[in-house]
């Protein structure tokens, strides 16, 4: 699990960086260069530390235990451009160039500290406990020491930033995007608080190197949901857009057992020419959107087609029975109730015994997508409201009080 987990990561960082690289090019912005460089930081940490790639590392540079060394380093880097980057989104470039330099200070103090401590200490090869590989070497516990610290110190800074212009922003993407990095940086933040009391039990000969698994998973969780929120202001807006189309196709695929209902069964002279795109073209949001448009024209030309048959009583019972609901979806019913009264009067061929009513108004806002929404409602109490049912079923005027709000027999 953990393998996928930091595979999936990897390969998620670096396709983000490979998307901001192009746009870096392009824009020349210090802020889109800072969401590049931390997103690749990012992918090699986390491809440093999946872990058959960190084994093979491990033998490949056994003299000098390189690669925990690049790790440590890439992780320190990482956190220090998220706190850029994260500078750059909240504050002008001019109120922020101060406070960048003197993190790039202090990063390049802590490289180079920690490069002389860990390479001074020289730890033994292959040994992948945190814990373990600390006891006894003042020189590699000091260089992990200073490790957690400088990661904690940065995660502290990138859940406050979060948090707090997480509230002060007016753009819901970027909103969301902090918090969820802050939601991250909280979760490395425990992983260090975990990692600096196994350092300290070390000291004290105590393996405290069990919960490893676990404590990689909050890690890397910790690091998936920081890329999701320095990245979520790109591809949220792409992200919304797919689920709305999703959600469109949806309710479109709903209206198809009402549309066979009403105009393919009853009225096949009013369906407009066929499509000739191909399945997967169908599926796209030009053609989606025409044959959206195109199955409303429909059902509201079988609708008016059917006025004539409505039954009114039916109707007014809807009414009665459903004037405790909100306006949505009161209307979609008592329009359901026309068209099964109007349907069932066709089928028989009964003359319409009165004079043709109008029929319920649809409360639209005068789009596609809130026609759409209705109609999508209208389908699906035409094929199973007990609403409709029970306007249908012709009760006395007992029955239908008795079905008002706060009656047993009110249906669900």
Known sequence: MTTALYSLCAAGAWVAAGYKLSATRRLRDPTVTAVCVTLALMGMVLTASIPPLRVWLDHQLASVNFGVLLTLVCVVAF??????????????????????????????????????????????????????????????????LIYLAALGIAMLAIARLGWRYARLTDRPLVAHGLRLAAAGSTLVLAYCVYRLGTLVGAWFGRDTAYPETLLRLIAGSGALLIMLGLTLPSWGPRFVHG??????????????????SIVAGRHPELVLEHSTARALRRFAPGELHFRVYRRIIELSDARLALRPYIDPDARERARLLTRHLDEQERSAIVAATEL???????????????????????????????????????????ARSEWVAEALAAPTDADVYAATPGSPRRPG
Do not use: K
Not at 125 to 134: A, N, Q
Not at 247 to 259: I, K, V
Not at 363 to 376: T, Y
């Open 79 to 144: 956190s220090t451009s998220a706190q850029v980057m994260l500078l750059l989104w909240t504050r002008t470039a001019e109120d922020a160039r101060g406070a960048v330099r003197n993190r790039l200070i202090a990063l390049a103090g802590v490289v180079v500290l920690m490069t002389a401590l860990f390479l001074a200490a020289h730890p033994g090869p292959h040994d992948h406990s945190f814990s373990r590989g600390s006891a006894g070497n003042l020189g590699y516990a000091a260089c992990l």
């Open 243 to 260: 689920i709305d189309h999703l959600r469109r196709y949806a309710r479109y695929r709903r209206l198809r057992s009402l549309w066979q």
């Open 340 to 382: 099964r009264s109007a349907v069932r009067a066709e089928q028989s061929a009964a003359p319409a015994g009165h004079e043709s009513p109008g029929t319920e108004p649809a409360p639209l806002d005068g789009d596609v997508a809130s026609a759409l929404a209705w109609w999508a409602r209208v389908a699906r109490a035409y």
